[in-house]
């Protein structure tokens, strides 16, 4: 864990470097500070000699000047320092969930790693900025102050070191209880993100269905949890403060007691017990200020091992060692494929023995019931999962021996659930070819039947999408997604049930342009609208992960009861009386 967050210091050093050295040299002023007090008073003040006083005075002045500047370079090292490894480390989590395949991403709530980028970073910000400032003063502190105590009262200085032991054992078992708390509470935090994400996300149909009150109430159940778990972390900690207080009067009281004795006996000036008093000070701070530092190392210990993971995890889909470079064709190849995804229980498939060839520039329509993989069945194409049994060829190619970007620049998908990204349209459509010039989009959109409702909007393709494409309607999303997957001209097309919010008259329209403007690109459609695919060159019907029948609709319509059945309830529905979405 350690060797992979140091490795994140990168081009900051310098300063993690400088920083330690200017808390050391702030801290060895400071220490010499009372001992040249208790040399003022004891030599210049108690014999009237004030040349000894203006000489130890200035030594004085010229360190408290000197621990000052080297105070703010520390201050300054460290923040700089901090500041650019949590941004290294943001930035090594996030390259690497780039890299995740669709497996890995299941693993991982959509909560939890907005936590892991955000509150998790900017503990471990903290912390490292208190390791490499608080954590090297303490200690150092700590060890002159006891040194100097040691030097000028060697009797009291065992006393005292007794009661910092006790001190020091104390404030462990303390943090020995708090840490779990702390790795309770990060978990409920992601629940939380996770919670106020879907909320957000789905505003619309919360508000709909007039369910404010209960996601109310489940986000205050859940802050409620939090806060239960962070009031037991808190009143653990905040023991260490009269743990440190009764520490502090029982320095003082000894240092009082014993010192006021040796000053009577006259084996002890008053400007050394002037100066005691305060090494006693720095001892309990320093350990006051260390116990914080534990506190912290402890509730980031539970971040920084969640990042870690993160930035460890090693995708489950990676290019092969020398890939393929080049997609020789469209055709499509399912070779006795078996798959399911790894929380299944072993043996349980989603899909079973499927087995099929598509010849390069076939259209192909995909039909079944809800349930009957017909998603996870393409998400196999672009290798977005691995088969578990069999082989998944493209251009006579098992997928798994593609670079994984030449295999996914060759087939574009789009889904039903489509994304776009906050931007104008024309930012929108470069996803598909960052390239691409005017023309190349305004063709595309026409392709994909969105050139019209588009010339209609005050900007044209200059228009904002908002976050989402929440300012267009659901058929027109999926249009403006379909026509960015074409500007990447791909070798396979997949088309995800994606025209289920455009209207018939629409569906036939973006059909009858891929027939003529596209027709060598090989083009797989899922529907649940049998309008959609009945004029395909070969329609697959899947039922429970189960490739049951192959056929044109013709065909189809004698074979298969399924394709029937469906066609019969949609032409007694009216389905062609559908309208767009809006």
């Not at 106020?196 to 159940?221: L, M």
């Not at 009281?253 to 017990?273: C, D, F, P, R």
């Amino acid at each position: 864990m350690i060797s992979t967050l140091s490795k994140q210091i990168k081009q900051y050093k310098r300063e993690t470097i400088l920083t330690p050295i200017m808390v050391a040299l702030e801290v060895v002023l400071d220490i010499l500070i009372p001992f040249l007090m208790s040399k003022m008073v004891d030599l210049g003040v108690e014999a009237g000699n004030m040349s000894v006083v203006w000489h130890y005075g200035l030594l004085m002045l010229l360190c408290a000047i000197g621990a000052l500047i080297c105070g703010a370079l520390s201050g300054k090292y460290a923040a700089v320092a901090s500041a650019g490894f949590a941004k290294n480390v943001r930035e090594a989590e996030f390259r690497n969930i780039q890299n995740f395949s669709f497996s890995n991403i299941d693993e991982y709530s959509t909560g939890g790693l907005i936590t892991r980028l955000t509150t998790d970073v900017t503990n471990v910000q903290m912390a490292f900025q208190m390791i490499i400032r608080i954590a090297v003063r303490s200690p150092l502190n700590f060890c002159m102050a006891l040194f100097m105590v040691f030097y000028l009262a060697p009797n009291i200085a065992w006393w005292l070191l007794l009661v910092v032991v006790l001190l020091g054992v104390a404030v462990g078992f303390m943090i020995k209880k708090a840490g779990p708390v702390f790795g309770k509470m990060f978990k409920m935090y992601d629940n939380l993100n996770e919670e106020i994400q879907e909320n957000i996300t789905g505003i619309r149909p919360v508000k709909s269905f007039v369910r404010e009150d209960y996601e109310i109430d489940r986000f205050n159940k859940r802050s409620k949890d939090i806060y239960d778990v962070n009031k037991k972390a808190e009143l653990l900690m905040i023991l260490n403060q009269p743990f440190v207080q009764i520490a502090m009067y029982a320095c003082i009281l000894i240092v009082s007691w014993v010192g006021a004795k040796q000053i009577v006996g006259g084996s002890m000036e008053v400007g050394t017990m002037m100066s005691l008093f305060t090494y006693i000070m720095n001892l309990l701070m320093s350990l006051m200020m260390f116990s914080m530092i534990l506190v912290m190392v402890t509730m980031s210990a539970a971040s920084a091992k969640r990042i870690v993971e993160v930035i460890n995890q090693v995708s489950y889909l990676e290019s092969p060692k020398d890939g393929l470079k080049e997609v020789k064709d469209g055709s499509v190849e399912f070779d006795h494929v078996y798959f399911n995804y790894a929380e299944q229980v072993d043996g349980h498939y989603v899909l079973r023995d499927v087995d099929f060839k598509i010849n390069s520039g076939e259209t192909i329509g995909i039909l079944g019931p809800t349930g009957s993989s017909k998603t996870s069945l393409v998400s196999l194409i672009p290798r977005l999962y691995d088969v578990t049994k069999g082989a998944v060829k493209v251009g006579g190619v098992d997928v798994r021996d593609y670079d994984l970007k030449t295999l996914r620049d060759a087939v574009s998908m789009v889904l039903q659930k489509n994304v776009l990204f906050s931007g104008t349209i024309k930012e929108n459509m470069r996803w598909g070819d960052e390239q691409a010039t005017d023309e190349q989009i305004v063709e595309s959109c026409r392709l994909a039947q969105a050139d019209d409702f588009i010339s209609r909007m005050p900007d044209g393709y200059d228009t904002y999408i908002e976050q989402g494409g929440t300012n267009v309607s659901g058929g027109q999303r999926q249009r403006l997604t379909i026509a960015r997957a074409l500007l990447k001209k791909p070798k396979i097309l997949i088309l995800d049930d994606s025209t289920s919010a455009v209207d018939t008259k629409t569906d036939a329209l973006i059909r009858e342009a891929f027939q003529t403007k596209i027709p060598n690109i090989t083009k797989i459609i899922i529907s649940q609208r049998v309008s959609s695919i009945q004029d395909a060159d070969r329609i697959l019907v899947l039922d429970r992960g189960h490739l049951v029948n192959v056929g044109s609709h013709d065909e189809l319509m004698k074979t298969s009861e399924i394709y029937r059945s469906t066609y019969l309830a949609q032409q007694k529905g009216g389905n062609d009386n559908e309208s767009e979405n809006a």
